[in-house]
């Protein structure tokens, strides 16, 4: 027991040493020291995966930043080295400037809340409280219709109840909204059901080639026929993740005559079935998650 003890401090040690989490103590034993072991191995690997996570996110959100970054310091050094240049032109350019700050800004947000889902699902793998997923959605969709107030969002929305974290939940319900109002057709309408679990959000718009559906929810990839609209990319990678850490599942489908079909999918329990904890607190919070791009 002695050796086993001190082979899981001279780990530990060595973890907090290098910062590198892949070592791992043989158990072998299922008295308390093994239990702890495994227990220890589990931490483990669940800190490598984080980090594992984590680097790819930066390397990805690295290459992402250099197209806008030099797009961006090009226009300011033509203002800079052409003070005299038409007033005309000179707003042109500054439009640019404000449009790709614009951008910047909702990148390095969306990276942030990816990171985010990470690191809380790191340091609070199994917290999960009663949500109210029809109030989350009903605050989701007041703040879609706030910042898209030329789409017509319609909802029928039954009660359903699900264990999880309602502020990341907002967040996932008004991505797929934003989403669907901004892919939408222009004065269009989006159609949002939910029921026993399932939520789906239906656009009119001109859909998804069917060779981009399965890469849809891929952090940073825009579709072809996307690219010219403002966004990040992000926004449906951030969906996925909310959905997985639930235990669900989201995909995307061409919507019977036209437009595309979001269907987000997660474990639904009558109320008696759930945890005891309190109502996740500020629902409201899902009202203003979204950072949409103007309308």
């Not at 973890?15 to 093994?34: I, Q």
């Not at 069917?210 to 996307?226: E, G, M, N, S, T």
Request: glycine share 10%; aromatic share 2%; net charge neutral.
């Amino acid at each position: 027991v002695l050796f086993r003890s001190a082979r899981l401090a001279a780990l530990a040690e060595r973890v907090t040493e290098t910062g590198d989490p892949a070592g791992r103590v043989d158990v072998g034993r299922a008295d308390e020291v093994g239990r702890l072991a495994t227990s220890f191995n589990t931490m483990l690997e669940a800190l490598q995966r984080s980090l594992a996570a984590q680097r790819q996110l930066i390397s990805d959100a690295s290459h992402e930043l250099r197209t806008p970054m030099t797009s961006l310091r090009v226009n300011c050094e033509l203002l800079a080295a052409a003070p005299g240049i038409p007033e005309s032109e000179r707003q042109e350019v500054l439009s640019r400037i404000v449009a790709q700050i614009a951008e910047l800004s909702q990148l390095v947000t969306s990276v942030t809340e990816l990171a985010r889902g990470e690191a809380r699902e790191a340091a609070e793998p199994g917290r999960a409280r009663t949500v109210p997923l029809h109030d989350v959605v009903a605050a989701s969709l007041d703040g879609a219709r706030r910042d898209w107030p030329r789409t017509a969002f319609s909802a029928e929305l039954e009660p359903c109840v699900v264990a999880g974290q309602a502020d990341r939940l907002g967040i996932a319900v008004r991505n797929l909204l934003d989403n669907a109002a901004k892919f939408g057709s222009p004065d269009g309408s989006v159609e949002v059901r939910l029921r026993g679990g399932e939520l789906t959000v239906r656009d009119r718009g001109t859909g998804i080639a069917p060779a981009d559906l399965p890469q849809v929810f891929d952090r940073f990839y825009r579709a072809p026929a996307a690219r010219a609209v403002p966004g990040s990319g992000l926004g449906l990678a951030i969906v996925r993740q909310v959905a997985e850490r639930h235990g669900g599942s989201v995909e995307a489908q061409a919507a019977p005559g036209g437009g595309t079909l979001l269907r987000l999918r997660l474990p639904a329990a009558a109320p008696g079935q759930l945890p005891s904890p309190p109502p996740e607190p500020g629902l409201a919070v899902a009202a203003s998650a979204g950072t949409p791009e103007p309308g």
